[in-house]
């Protein structure tokens, strides 16, 4: 029986910081890795601690999720980590967006991650875990950010919810609410030819010090992983402050009114 670890956005950013640390869960077979990129999997290969396996594919196609099935189906495997990475945002004005980008966007933040997790929890035995790229965005509203962080709202519920419905079976579920990043996330998010929505940023992390804190979290079980002061701050005020409130202070703070 194979024991392998699958990884979705492992081209860059965290989910590539994943691929490369993933022994801190263990040993694998081999890794499975999914990003739309060949070359930047490829590449992936130098620096992954195990046989690394590539995947290209654009997991919004559902033509994807068949290939990804099947590959399941090919020998045996126990799928012992599956971490779900994938994801973009946009920093912009729902009116001011393409229908077909917030769409894209809901396909692969949200209906990518939940059908990763329903096609491989067949394969995952007693003692697995899945890792789930949410956000602090998660937390409430975010006016000029609404998209994304509705899709990081639903990653969240979903995994706690998740966690505790795979209790009885030893699976774990961990929902990973980064603050501010320092990954290729902003390459897309930001639009070049603009004036940017975010003007100010109270913290950006290095995405070795969230996914370090995310394995810490996973191995002991935890529901939520969160790394950094800012981060939890934002999360104790976003629960005690009426929405509303949150939402005055982020327009204020970015020059939005």
Sequence with gaps: MKRIAVITGASSGMGRRFAETCNEMGTFDEIWAIARSRDKLEALKQTAPFPLRVLAMDLTDRGS???YAAALQEEPVEVKLLVNAAGFGKF???????????LNM??????????LCQLTLPFMPRGSHIINIASVAAYQPIPYID????????????????????KGRGVTVTAVCPFWTRTAFFDRAIDPDKEPVVKKYDAMYDPRDVVAQAW??????????RFGAVARFNGILAKLLPHSFVMSYWMRQQKLE
Excluded: H, I, W
């Design 92 to 102: 912009r004005a729902v009116t001011d967006t393409p229908l077909d980008v917030n």
């Design 65 to 67: 999720l068949a290939v």
């Design 216 to 225: 810490r979290d996973a191995k002991k079980g935890k529901d939520m992983s």
């Design 147 to 166: 998209v994304y962080g509705a899709s990081k709202a639903f990653v969240l519920s979903y995994s706690r919810a998740l966690n505790r419905e795979l």
């Design 106 to 115: 809901v396909d692969l933040n949200c209906q990518a991650l939940q059908a």
